[in-house]
């Protein structure tokens, strides 16, 4: 049985398959679902970022799915301050919060907290983000080695949005970033915090991510990434995957077939990023998927695992 005030993180790669898992354990443990990815909040992105199917979202309520235009900002801050009012209100009727994605950041926002006092600067972030448009990745990691080796340590070198991050709350606060986050507080210190991540064999997530790529060209991705770049999208809704390798497309400089191999290639990037990202959180409850298992047997593994 679920002990009282318990929140459940189901996390991993791209194309893993938690949407379904978390949906087939909602119905177990009367959950309702939030979306912990850094994409899907957005609007008008439906089939680039992966979203539940309508299916799924029929079968159990979900939270913070397309609620921000693509236009605007949206960061961990804005991020955990809504979730924590939807965990409010999905514990207050009876129901079990369940999070669901791939964005770590996020993840760890919410279960360790952010920071209280003012830590950011449009002025500054933005020159981080000129210099390494200049001088690339490796010049501003170096910088951050300088400033917060403890920091540097925990963020991979091509990670430019952290690295950007830790740099631009040493440039603001005087102080390394790594500090500051020691004195965070989050859901951790209120709720009983279970955290599953699924995983496969390589071969078989990069499978998986493949038939999910060639999916999105079948499902309209191409017209929904000509809808999305007629519009001013944010710096953050811009990273999304599709947004320039179709761009590159769209331009001339290569063929539809370049642009579906450069977003395979790249997600399964994405896919190493976040499991490296995952592998350094000892709370972690690893789930290895084999290739037969439904969404439903997967489930009832976790469902054991927390009763």
């Not at 970022?49 to 605007?72: D, N, W």
């Not at 200049?134 to 920091?151: E, F, I, M, Q, V």
């Not at 991510?209 to 079948?218: H, N, P, S, T």
């Not at 972690?284 to 037969?292: G, Q, T």
Request: a positive charge; hydrophobic letters at 40%; aromatic letters at 8%.
């Amino acid at each position: 049985m679920l002990k009282s005030k318990s929140i459940i993180f189901i996390v991993g790669p791209t194309a893993v398959g938690k949407s379904s898992v978390a949906v087939e354990l909602a119905r177990r443990i009367k959950g309702e679902i939030i979306s912990c990815d850094s994409m899907q909040i957005y609007q008008g992105m439906e089939i680039i970022t992966s979203k539940p199917s309508v299916h799924l979202r029929g079968k159990i309520k979900h939270h913070m799915i397309g609620v921000v235009s693509a236009e605007k900002e949206f960061n961990a801050a804005k991020f955990r301050k809504a979730a924590v009012k939807k965990v409010e209100e999905v514990i207050a009727r009876g129901r079990v919060p369940i999070f669901v994605g791939g964005t770590g950041l996020y993840v760890s926002t919410l279960i360790d907290g952010i920071f209280e006092e003012k830590n950011s600067s449009p002025d500054i972030r933005e020159k981080f983000y000129k210099l390494a448009k200049k001088y690339g990745n490796k010049y501003l990691y170096a910088k951050l080695k300088k400033a917060d080796s403890s920091a540097a340590k925990k963020i991979h070198p091509h990670d430019a949005k952290r690295v950007i991050r830790a740099l631009e709350v040493f440039a603001v606060t005087g102080k390394p970033i790594s500090r500051m986050q020691k004195k965070r507080k989050g859901l951790g210190k209120d709720y009983n915090i279970k955290i599953f991540a699924l995983n496969m064999d390589r071969d078989s997530l990069y499978k998986k991510i493949d038939e999910r790529v060639q999916g999105m060209f079948k499902a309209g991705l191409i017209k929904e990434v000509k809808a999305l770049l007629g519009k001013n999208l944010s710096k953050t809704s811009r990273y999304a995957i599709g947004i320039r390798e179709l761009s590159g497309y769209f331009q001339g400089r290569y063929d539809l077939e370049e642009a579906k191999r450069l977003m395979k290639r790249n997600s399964r990037h994405y896919a190493k990023r976040q499991l490296t990202w995952f592998r350094k959180n000892k709370r972690i409850n690893w789930i290895n998927i084999k290739d037969k298992d439904t969404p439903f047997k997967v489930a009832r593994r976790l469902w054991k695992e927390l009763c």
